[in-house]
């Protein structure tokens, strides 16, 4: 049985947060959930990154991931 890993991730834009937490984790998209916290949002002049994107990814268990497939 494999140990469930609930982690939170902060990144310039949601794409960006979800990139280090697969890199992180070293699994595919398809075995985490992801949920959005917190979209990023823009700074002066529509710059990017005033406040960055803040994502919760969870590994699903295997049950779970046959069912979504």
């Not at 991730?9 to 984790?25: D, H, S």
């Not at 985490?32 to 710059?47: A, N, P, S």
């Amino acid at each position: 049985m494999t140990k469930k890993i609930n982690l939170e991730i902060k990144g310039k834009t949601v794409e960006e947060a979800i990139k280090a937490a697969l890199k992180e984790l070293k699994l595919p998209r398809s075995k985490l959930k992801i949920e959005v916290l917190c979209d990023e949002e823009k700074g002066l002049f529509g710059m990017p990154g005033s406040k960055p994107a803040k994502i919760r990814v969870t590994t699903k268990d295997s049950k779970n991931a046959k069912e979504n497939t």
